[in-house]
């Protein structure tokens, strides 16, 4: 519940009786499961009586952050004449962001009876649901897959979207929101750290080697000779993956698979590891655990390069 709350502007010690009167036991009562989603219908609905009640401060707190993301829009020159200097740059999926920052430069665009200028936005990927942000006016362009197409790359990347986002993963938490310096610029407000110290140094040696690999390569190869292999601008990245993703070595999957991930609300919600079998003994004395492990795992492929012939036949069952 804390999360929530504070996730959205608010305090939540300031709001211990409204969580009460909706029907929640506590600020640190848990409402998601692991998975991500609500544990009940009737814990949704209690959450939605919250927000309806919390209507007033929610209104209030979004006329702030929308007065301070405008004020430096205006202090960075985004108006007509350099609209096309700037844009939005994201992994993906949803370009949600996008489409809020578009959302938001229409109305203020009707407001002043002009014509709404068409933000630029720059995404690894996008699934279908991006073409809420087209439809906005956002001019959005994707590099591996748009809007789902080819949809091919779109399930390679579906073999774990989690493995993906943690090679992108950056070195500090979500910005929230923006705040006036002693200087009078505009700083970013950051969230709670979403990763924990176990991911910290792995995720800063995958970027390390990335931007080695990076440098080494362009030195050897002519401009775009990469993206060319083996023939289409997407070759090299293509295989890289379908390799990684698809036909991991078991080697791979036990280092990558252990790295933690999580797809439930909160920085303090629960982890689990993208591809992690329970231990041998486990697999032998339990095997109910087998089949939940792999069940729950984020990187199936992974999951079961780890296994004997045997246990994939029993994993896939159950799967």
């Not at 929530?4 to 909706?22: C, K």
């Not at 009876?113 to 906005?136: I, M, N, Q, S």
Request: net charge neutral; glycine share 8%; charged share 25%.
């Amino acid at each position: 519940m804390r999360h929530f709350l504070s996730r959205v502007g608010l305090d939540p010690e300031t709001l211990t009786d409204e969580v009460r009167r909706a029907g929640f036991a506590s600020l640190d009562e848990s409402v998601t499961t692991g998975g991500g989603v609500f544990r009940s219908e009737k814990d949704h609905q209690a959450m939605h009586r919250l927000f309806v009640s919390l209507e007033g401060k929610l209104i209030a707190h979004a006329a702030d952050e929308i007065t301070r993301l405008l004020k430096y829009l205006d202090r960075i020159s985004y108006n007509g004449a350099r609209a096309d200097e700037f844009a939005v740059v994201d992994l993906g999926w949803q370009a949600s962001s996008a489409r809020a920052l578009q959302t938001l430069l229409n109305l203020r665009a009707n407001a002043a009876r002009e014509k709404p200028r068409a933000l630029r936005a720059f995404y690894f990927g996008t699934w279908h649901f991006a073409k809420l942000a087209v439809d906005a006016g956002c001019r959005l362009s994707s590099f591996f897959f748009h809007l789902d197409e080819p949809e091919g790359r779109r399930d390679l990347v579906s073999e774990c979207v989690e493995l993906i986002e943690l090679f992108f993963g950056a070195p500090h938490g979500t910005i929230v929101g923006l705040r006036e310096g002693a200087d009078g610029r505009m700083e970013p407000v950051h969230g709670e750290e979403e990763h924990g110290a176990e991911l910290r140094a792995p995720i800063a040696r995958m970027r390390e080697r990335a931007v080695d690999f990076v440098r080494d390569a362009a030195a050897l190869a002519r401009p775009g000779e990469l993206l060319d292999w083996p023939g289409n601008g997407f070759g090299y990245l293509e295989t890289v993956l379908t390799r990684l993703l698809c036909h991991p070595t078991t080697g791979e999957a036990r280092v990558l698979g252990a790295l933690p991930a999580r797809d439930s609300f909160g920085g303090n919600s629960p982890t689990r590891p993208l591809a992690r079998p329970p231990t041998r003994w486990e697999r032998l004395l339990y095997p109910a655990r087998l089949r939940h492990a792999y069940q729950h795992s984020f990187w199936k492929q992974g999951f079961l390069v780890q296994l004997s012939p045997r246990e994939v036949v029993r994993a896939q069952a159950a799967g």
